[in-house]
């Protein structure tokens, strides 16, 4: 039973969707209602739960709970490699002033609990909630050391998360790396996560600020930028996602496009939100060929080109393969 928790908790790092039935499990083995995991650097950006608290989780984060919410600084300031209690957090005067016990938790049945916070190669931190109802009293120090059994492979497992979400990133520079175009990977916030090797000639364009964040030059490009990040999973509100940026009068403008990486909504510990890519605004084109072959690769209506090819093919059958003069039907009545 227990080695197969384990290769569940292992499997979530590459299907972050098995995280609600993870935590659900844990919670089995806490006598808990259910878990929670956040992901947290400033604040918690994203977070999944098992279903039973699901709701719960919901409306604590609509609400202005969370801005009063002590119990993750605390867990991370303690450093402890394991689960805590809220009496390894709290005193008992500190459990009854605070009122995201005394006004949230407790009139919805809950109150005692076992959380970890881990530390991630981000710099973010993931903390597991497994939360008890209040009625059932606090966690026994022999249900803590079960669940200490399994932290370590809780750690590994957002470890590798995030460093699956990490390579992902590369990647997606990688890929736009290969056809010379500059691109930086960015998260839900706005932070890079990934810059290719193109983007460092960026720097008449972009600025790079504090905390692994980047403005554009031009401020109203930038402007258009954060609009864009703010609508990224919004199709339907319009905001423009390729726009011209500008460095100066003696700079060419580039077109600044915002790729949004769907199907990442999902991912916990970090989210490959969008690729900003940068192109030259002008691009020099070829001159077309004017035979029918090129004419027919390049027209973007096949019917015309198949008539064009149809066309050719019928007139080169009815000219005799003989004739001196068959360029003209002059040529042939003088010659008759």
């Not at 009122?99 to 903390?127: E, H, K, V």
Request: proline share 6%.
């Amino acid at each position: 039973m227990v080695q197969e928790l384990i290769d569940r908790i292992y499997e979530c790092s590459f299907a972050p969707d098995m995280w609600p039935d993870v935590l659900d499990e844990l919670s089995h083995l806490a006598e808990a209602q259910g878990g929670v995991l956040f992901a947290a650097r400033e604040k918690v950006s994203r977070w999944t739960a098992s279903p039973a608290i699901c709701e719960h989780v919901e409306n604590f984060m609509r609400g202005d709970w969370l801005s009063n919410c002590t119990r993750g600084g605390r867990l991370f300031s303690r450093r402890h490699p394991g689960f805590l209690t809220d009496d390894d957090v709290y005193t008992a005067e500190e459990l009854e002033r605070d009122t995201n016990y005394s006004d949230f938790l407790r009139p919805r049945g809950l109150g005692f609990s076992a959380a970890t916070a881990i530390s991630l190669p981000t710099g973010d931190t993931g903390i597991i909630c497994l939360e008890r109802a209040h009625n059932r009293g606090p966690v026994e120090p022999s249900v803590i050391r079960k669940l200490d059994e399994l932290r370590p492979h809780l750690a590994r497992a957002a470890f590798l998360a995030t460093r699956l979400q990490l390579e992902r990133a590369r990647v997606a520079g990688e890929t736009f790396a290969l056809i010379g175009l500059p691109a930086l990977v960015l998260d839900d916030d706005g932070r890079v996560i990934s810059a290719n090797d193109p983007s460092n000639a960026l720097n008449k364009y972009v600025r790079w600020r504090a905390h692994d964040r980047v403005s554009l030059v031009d401020a109203s490009a930038d402007g258009l930028l954060r609009q864009a990040m703010d609508t990224l999973d919004d199709d339907l509100v319009g905001a423009p996602k390729s726009f011209a940026a500008r460095a100066g009068e003696d700079e060419s403008p580039m077109i600044a496009n915002l790729v949004p990486i769907r199907g990442a909504a999902r991912d916990i510990f970090v989210r490959c939100a969008a690729v900003l890519v940068m192109r030259p605004r002008w691009v020099r084109r070829r001159r077309r060929r004017s035979n029918w072959f090129s004419r027919s690769m390049i027209s973007r209506r096949p019917r015309r080109a198949s008539h064009a090819a149809s066309w050719r093919a019928k007139r080169s059958r009815k000219s005799p393969p003989s004739s001196p003069c068959r360029a003209t039907p002059c040529a042939r009545i003088c010659a008759a």
